[in-house]
């Protein structure tokens, strides 16, 4: 099965939709919805403070279920203008995160 990555421009990182196969080999929960980060810019304002293989489950607190999801809700966070970019990622020793990144 083809993954495909879907780059978030505005973040400078790309993602993949989260698979059985990602729930299985971690050990997640079977309900885990989220996105798999596979690549971070090093221009991105996410840079040191998430991995690639992060997993991001939630952003401004509204579930992110596809790649299409978290592009969504980061533009809508872009058009806004707001400053904090609130993210809860299960990081790769599968704890739940909650991170606020300042945009400029």
């Known amino acids: 099965m083809v993954k495909k990555v879907e780059d978030i421009e505005k973040l400078k990182i790309a993602v993949r939709d989260i698979t059985n196969e990602d729930i299985s080999s971690r ?9 798999v980060i596979t690549e971070i810019s090093n221009r991105s304002p996410l840079t040191n403070l998430l991995s690639v293989n992060d997993i991001i489950i939630e952003v401004q607190k509204s579930p992110v279920k596809t790649s299409s999801d978290l592009k ?20 790769k020793n599968n704890q739940r995160r909650y991170l606020g990144v300042k945009i400029n």
């Open 72 to 91: 969504r809700l980061v533009d809508n966070f872009f058009q806004k203008g707001e400053k904090t970019l609130l993210l809860t990622v299960i990081n």
């Open 27 to 35: 050990n997640l929960n079977k309900k885990t919805s989220g996105v």
